[in-house]
Nanobody, 121 residues
Framework: QAQLEDSGGGLAQAGGSLRLFCAAS????????MGWFRRAPGKEREFVAS????????YYADSVKGRFTISRDNAKNTVYLQMNSLKPDDTAVYYC??????????????WGQGTQVTVSA
């Protein structure tokens, strides 16, 4: 099972941007559909975005569509989440994980430590 390391979080102002990174170990990374999730304080973990193994297919939660972009670099075993036009409601711990498919983004593997994103008004 691949090990996942999330990073890139931090503090941003509303309207600002952050870029998250998910570094994965394992030789089969390019065949794995990957997803980003988040857990806000007091809430359940929710789906944010998913991307196919080749990177050609993506899917977004309505709450982030048009503001966030998921991408990947299989040569670097890394998945990215570019977050623009941030809102205070985006404040959460963000996690990546492998998922069943782009449009069925149920998490498959173990969760990493996540990376904290805090957006101030």
């Amino acid at each position: 099972q691949a090990q996942l390391e999330d990073s890139g979080g931090g503090l941003a102002q509303a309207g600002g941007s952050l870029r998250l990174f998910c570094a994965a170990s394992g030789r089969t990374f390019s065949s794995n559909t990957m997803g980003w999730f988040r857990r806000a304080p007091g809430k359940e973990r929710e789906f944010v975005a998913s991307i196919s193994g080749s990177g050609s297919g993506t899917y977004y939660a309505d709450s982030v569509k048009g503001r966030f972009t998921i991408s990947r670099d299989n040569a670097k075993n890394t998945v990215y989440l570019q977050m623009n036009s941030l809102k205070p409601d985006d404040t959460a711990v963000y996690y990546c994980n492998s998922v069943y498919s782009v449009y069925d983004p149920r998490a498959l593997g173990s969760w990493g430590q996540g990376t904290q994103v805090t957006v101030s008004a």
